[in-house]
């Protein structure tokens, strides 16, 4: 492509035409710029791009977007625009030609539960064999090859990339997770949405968003681009996003829905129940599994399949890595990482223990959390009977003395047990020490995650899983 045939695609303000090379892609990030590489430079949260257009030009971009005035290169094409953002979007769906027109496109986004809902709703395609592609938290997987990708919602040239990749391979949807910040700061731009999950709501990411309304409308924009929605009618914010959108579909195990989950039993260590009077089998025991079930279950009804080849597919579906996983090992507890962060999730997990259960969490909270949600997460365990070891989980600009400090305030208020270990490893080796036969070891917040964030976003590496198999062989030993 080049720049006349971009112009005709894009909003912009003015633009400096001085070469008609080609370009073949897009990029907000200099080090990733070669030549034929557009550089976008977005005024970010922490770096301005403007300050690294000389690079992205050192590097081969031969166009610059821009939002501000700056000294041009005479070899260079410019184009300024109101919005970088939008910008890069719009620029990245036409370089890779519009490949959400060409796939059937689902979103899925709410507080908790959107990578098990994306991992079940690519289960029970690919076992009606119709291939998809999942693009999320666990990284992005092509009809079951995995692509390494950054954040839950990548950056929009990330996802056209992989979403042209999977046209190009013959596959017929993509699954996509649709976090807040993604939705806000326009990382799906332009991607035309088939059917959109609206799963649940509640506290988190206040430090971006500031309150709860602005965090709905945020996941409120993933609804406005889909031609089909499906909210929870359990939830409060899902009743707010059907008041708002009066065509969306229903799912429930309470209120009346147009996909609600009726007759639910837990048996043998599986979850049974209705909808619409087909069985189904969930090889999970947690009662929130059954809801990410039924938002998926209702997501491939709408695309067109029966409910009783639905049913079928479900019964093979055994979970996703770090969502209520548990690890093997020959000490006779139950170990189980998790990839939960908020106080919402960590309830739901202690609750799906059997009532008298003992129950371990090794958990901290992520230093861009307010005090509000850590003081939360501790209160939430302290009233479910939970023994916390409060540790280190991504402190990034703040300290662990002070996330602690405050979780800590939650767990006596409730008159909790706990202790504090700020090394994780150590915090997770005690866990596993003053746990009994039977009783309950949560590692929870990192999940499949392969960092720890300290002194800003500043990535060290750390495997939860990793570090859990050096602890369970020291203690063989």
Aim: charge should be negative.
């Amino acid at each position: 492509m080049r720049l006349d045939n971009l112009l005709e695609k894009i909003e912009y303000i003015d633009y400096s035409k001085n070469n008609d090379n080609e370009f073949t892609d897009v990029t907000n990030d200099s080090r990733k710029v070669k030549k034929g590489v557009i550089f976008v430079a977005i005024s970010g949260m922490e770096f301005d791009g403007h300050r690294f257009i000389d690079k992205a030009i050192a590097n081969g971009a031969n166009t610059i977007v821009i939002t501000e005035d700056v000294t041009q290169n005479d070899d260079v094409n410019y184009i300024k625009v109101k919005d970088a953002r939008v910008a890069l979007a719009q620029i990245s769906n036409a370089i890779f030609d519009y490949p959400s027109k060409k796939l059937r496109v689902i979103g899925v986004t709410g507080t908790n539960g959107k990578t098990t809902t994306t991992f079940m709703i690519n289960h029970l395609l690919e076992e009606l064999k119709s291939p998809t592609t999942i693009i999320g938290t666990n990284g992005s997987f092509i009809s079951g090859e995995k692509y390494q990708t950054s954040n839950t919602t990548p950056e929009i040239c990330e996802i056209d990339k992989i979403l042209k990749l999977s046209v190009d391979k013959k596959i017929d949807n993509a699954v996509v997770e649709c976090s807040s910040h993604g939705l806000y700061l326009h990382r799906l731009g332009g991607i035309e949405f088939d059917v959109a999950v609206f799963n649940n709501l509640s506290m988190e990411h206040m430090n971006f968003h500031k309150n709860m309304e602005n965090y709905f409308n945020a996941k409120m924009i993933l609804l406005e681009n889909a031609k089909k929605k499906i909210v929870n009618a359990d939830d409060e914010y899902g009743r707010k996003a059907k008041a708002r959108f009066e065509d969306a579909y229903t799912f429930s195990l309470e209120n009346e829905s147009d996909f609600k989950a009726e007759n639910v039993e837990l048996i043998d260590g599986k979850m049974h129940f209705e909808i619409k009077n087909v069985k189904f089998v969930l090889n999970r025991f947690a009662l929130f599994d059954v809801y990410n079930a039924v938002a998926s279950v209702a997501a491939v009804n709408l695309l067109g399949y029966e409910l009783e080849d639905i049913s079928k597919a479900l019964k093979s579906f055994r979970g996703v890595d770090s969502r209520l996983e548990f690890i093997q090992n020959d000490l006779g507890i139950n170990l189980v990482i998790d990839f939960a962060h908020t106080a919402k999730a960590f309830d739901d997990l202690y609750k799906s223990i059997p009532e008298g259960t003992r129950i371990i969490s090794v958990y901290g909270v992520n230093g861009d959390r307010t005090n509000e949600i850590r003081h939360e997460v501790g209160r939430i365990a302290a009233l479910n009977n939970v023994f916390s070891v409060v540790t280190t989980e991504d402190p990034k600009f703040d300290t662990y003395e002070n996330i602690a400090d405050g979780i800590v305030s939650g767990i006596e208020e409730e008159n909790g047990e706990y202790v504090r270990i700020k090394d994780r490893k150590a915090a997770i080796k005690y866990a596993i020490e003053i746990a009994n036969k039977g009783d309950f070891v949560f590692l929870l917040g990192k999940g499949e995650e392969n960092f720890m964030k300290y002194n800003g976003n500043e990535k060290v590496p750390y495997l939860e899983r990793e570090t859990l198999e050096e602890v369970l062989n020291e203690l063989k030993k």
